[in-house]
């Protein structure tokens, strides 16, 4: 369970991030991964070097490393969220390069400098289910990518095969696919920003409570559906940010209608899935924001503190506990 969004202020910054909603124990720490960091696949004998750096939140867990979101030095950036019961992995990789999806959000942060270059470099790839040490199984997931311009695509793996989506309204939650998603909407034309003053039904005058009272449609829980349609709507009626901290805060603010409590939503194996983080980026500087469960306070990171001519990914530490940037 994990919701994500896109957010340009009125300089035409744009912002992204996610809320990781988890119910699996996890230890997120905060990297810088240098140009030309050369690494291996999981499936295969390749290795890979990194055309761009990027700071990114992730697990290092029985020597795999796993990206759960990031921004590099070009400002794209992209996350990995759940995608149950859509996730396809056994299709046919003919003539395509076969990538883990443990490393799919590594390659492309190495590699994109934009979207219309994601958008190439997935032509001729195809993905791997790889079990991962966490969940000790192939997890489902796709993905949600944007860049400076604040155009958004989501890449979905599915029984029709690799797809990349444009996303007008940059939001992403989990399954179903991207399609149900923005067909759903169209359930809450109703929901409004303004509400009636006065009806009547016949001879009787009925009035509002207080306000909000055009919002009353809009859904409260925290199934995917609800909270793809109350990210929807709440980031696109917002009122556009004029600052940079004026945006920050308000990225935070949308998020909040998603968070979830620890001990609200429990799953089959009697543990449960809450906001372990919320994460976001700024595409134009290269700089992360975040908080935690366990912390409400905002911590701040940039791309452009730390040495870039390393060979080797820098561990800044675990982001459940305030770091010392």
Aim: net charge negative; proline share 5%; glycine share 8%.
């Amino acid at each position: 369970m994990c919701t994500a969004i896109t957010l340009q202020s009125m300089q035409k910054e744009n912002f992204f991030g996610r809320t990781m909603d988890f119910s699996y124990p996890i230890e997120p720490g905060l990297y810088v991964i240098p140009k030309n960091y050369q690494w291996n696949s999981l499936i295969s004998t390749k290795k890979y070097i990194d055309d761009y750096s990027f700071i990114c939140i992730g697990q290092e867990t029985d020597g795999m490393f796993g990206i759960f979101d990031g921004v590099n030095e070009r400002g794209f950036a992209a996350a990995v969220l759940y995608f149950e019961g859509y996730a396809d992995y056994d299709l046919p990789i003919k003539d395509n390069e076969p990538i883990a999806s443990l490393d799919f959000l590594h390659y492309i942060l190495g590699r994109c400098g934009s979207v219309n270059d994601l958008k190439a470099l997935l032509e001729n790839i195809g993905i791997v289910g790889v079990p991962d040490p966490v969940t000790q199984r192939a997890a489902p997931l796709h993905w949600i990518a944007t860049d400076r311009s604040g155009k958004s695509v989501v890449i979905e793996q599915t029984e029709t095969g690799l797809e990349v989506i444009d996303n007008p309204i940059g939001v992403m939650a989990n399954s179903p696919d991207f399609h149900w998603h923005m067909t759903n909407l169209r359930n809450y034309t109703d929901v409004s920003i303004t509400q009636q003053k006065e009806v009547h039904w016949g001879n009787v005058s009925l009035t509002p409570f207080s306000q909000g009272g055009g919002t009353r449609h809009l859904p409260g829980g925290f199934t995917s559906p609800e909270r793809f349609a109350r990210t929807a709507f709440l980031k696109t009626h917002a009122q556009v940010p004029e600052s940079r901290s004026e945006a920050v805060m308000t990225c935070f603010h949308i998020m909040n209608s998603v968070f979830i409590p620890k001990g609200i939503v429990q799953t089959d194996r009697g543990t449960y899935d809450y906001t372990k983080y919320v994460a976001f980026m700024n595409t134009n500087t290269c700089e992360y924001y975040f908080k935690t469960y366990e912390n409400n306070q905002i911590i701040t990171a940039s791309l452009w503190d730390y040495c870039m001519h390393g060979t080797q990914p820098i561990f800044l530490g675990s982001i459940v506990h305030p770091l010392n940037i």
